[in-house]
């Protein structure tokens, strides 16, 4: 199901997922790193490092919950545009925020559940990255995979 590749853009899953983090200029405002691809179910790894300055407030240690939306966004566009080839749309994003996100590194897993030839759908956790980590928000986002809404070139 995936498009023909595109001039400079890797064609291999992880290299595609780096592509995806890495390309738009916000997602480096963020600080957003691609850390790995799971091929047995598509499941990408994206961390976000911990700064202050993406923070909710001065006087509490705790990533803004946008801040959370936009990794958790990211990281299902990622695992879904890995699987078609192309760049792909938001439909929809929910999340559910569990609890405060201490200012420290977060991971965000990514894991598509469809992917069909007009809709994609996946599933996000984001966790903090320890000794003990602990979960603090899902997503659920949906996409357009239509190559012809695809967003420009890359």
């Given at each position: 199901?995936?498009?023909?590749p595109v001039s400079?853009?890797?064609?291999d899953p992880f290299?595609?997922?780096?592509?995806?983090?890495?390309?738009?200029?916000?997602?480096?405002?963020?600080?957003?790193?691609?850390?790995?691809?799971?091929?047995?179910?598509?499941?990408?790894?994206?961390?976000?490092?911990?700064?202050?300055?993406?923070?909710?407030?001065?006087?509490?240690?705790?990533?803004?919950?946008?801040?959370?939306?936009?990794?958790?966004?990211?990281?299902?566009?990622?695992?879904?545009?890995?699987?078609?080839?192309?760049?792909?749309?938001?439909?929809?994003?929910?999340?559910?925020?569990?609890?405060?996100?201490?200012?420290?590194?977060?991971?965000?897993?990514?894991?598509?559940?469809?992917?069909g030839r007009s809709?994609?759908?996946?599933?996000?956790?984001?966790?903090?990255?320890?000794?003990?980590?602990?979960?603090?928000?899902?997503?659920?986002?949906?996409?357009?995979?239509?190559?012809?809404?695809?967003?420009?070139?890359?």
């Amino acid at each position: 199901m995936t498009n023909p590749p595109v001039s400079g853009v890797p064609t291999d899953p992880f290299g595609r997922l780096v592509h995806e983090v890495a390309h738009p200029p916000f997602h480096s405002v963020l600080g957003l790193e691609a850390v790995r691809y799971q091929p047995d179910d598509g499941t990408v790894f994206i961390r976000l490092p911990g700064d202050p300055q993406l923070g909710r407030s001065r006087q509490q240690a705790f990533f803004h919950g946008g801040v959370l939306a936009a990794m958790a966004d990211i990281a299902a566009h990622a695992a879904i545009a890995v699987q078609v080839g192309h760049p792909v749309p938001t439909v929809d994003l929910r999340m559910d925020y569990l609890r405060p996100a201490p200012l420290g590194e977060l991971m965000a897993e990514a894991t598509p559940l469809q992917v069909g030839r007009s809709i994609g759908r996946a599933d996000v956790r984001i966790r903090t990255v320890g000794e003990t980590p602990v979960l603090v928000a899902v997503a659920r986002a949906t996409f357009s995979t239509l190559a012809s809404n695809a967003l420009g070139k890359e």
